[in-house]
T-cell receptor, first 112, second 116 residues
Framework: QKEVEQNSGPLSVPEGAIASLNCTYS??????FFWYRQYSGKSPELIMF????GDKEDGRFTAQLNKASQYVSLLIRDSQPSDSATYLC????????????FGAGTRLFVKA | DVKVTQSSRYLVKRTGEKVFLECVQD?????MFWYRQDPGLGLRLIYF???????EKGDIPEGYSVSREKKERFSLILESASTNQTSMYLC???????????????FGEGSWLTVV
């Protein structure tokens, strides 16, 4: 059973702080990794995509990937109240298939 | 702007009813998906389709069927709704090659189904 694990939270950080969200996965064959943001009552929307080991930065967001340790993380710098949402880690299964395993998500709360 | 449209946002159905959830995408995507999302369980794949008239079972296909007669349209069918199918249903689409090739999954707004 392939799994993606996330701390469900809630993770609470003050406005302006760095929020760190972590995700571990079990399928060693997975090559690409996604972070989605989901506001309450809304559908998930893409935040970041990463497939190479190391860091990938996009504005206030940085994704970090370590395939050897099988974890991927998302850092949000200068957190804003509008960042308050659930963040989903998504890992397509290796082997070129279409199945993606989603973590249950980490709830982030940014306090003004 | 990419668009996945689910025709019904909120539905209340009775146990045993047949339920149709419709989804249309305007991005000419080859792949379409149906997920359900439940608290604490994350998104779980019900069915997906990589081409017209093609379908593959996901992780929880029991009690569901799908139809894809046109490239842009993917329907989820609950043959006989049960209370344990009360959930939010998300339709999604992606380009050929799927997410394993780095293609983003785009989601619709979701359909909240309550079975009483």
């Amino acid at each position: 059973q392939k799994e993606v694990e996330q701390n469900s939270g809630p993770l609470s950080v003050p406005e302006g702080a760095i929020a760190s969200l972590n995700c571990t996965y079990s399928d060693r064959g997975s090559q690409s990794f996604f972070w989605y943001r989901q506001y309450s009552g809304k559908s998930p929307e893409l935040i970041m995509f990463i497939y190479s080991n190391g860091d990938k930065e996009d504005g206030r967001f940085t994704a970090q990937l370590n395939k050897a340790s099988q974890y991927v993380s998302l850092l949000i710098r200068d957190s804003q109240p509008s960042d308050s949402a659930t963040y989903l880690c998504a890992v397509p299964l290796g082997g070129g298939g279409f199945k993606t395993i989603f973590g249950a998500g980490t709830r982030l709360f940014v306090k003004a | 702007d990419v668009k996945v449209t689910q025709s019904s946002r909120y539905l209340v159905k009775r146990t045993g009813e047949k339920v149709f959830l419709e989804c249309v995408q305007d991005m000419d995507h080859e792949n379409m998906f149906w997920y359900r999302q439940d608290p604490g369980l994350g998104l779980r794949l019900i069915y997906f389709s990589y081409d017209v008239k093609m379908k593959e079972k996901g992780d929880i296909p029991e009690g569901y069927s799908v139809s894809r007669e046109k490239k842009e349209r993917f329907s989820l069918i609950l043959e006989s709704a049960s209370t344990n199918q009360t959930s939010m249903y998300l339709c999604a689409s992606s380009l050929a090659g799927g997410p394993a090739s780095g293609n983003t999954i785009y989601f619709g707004e979701g359909s909240w189904l309550t079975v009483v």
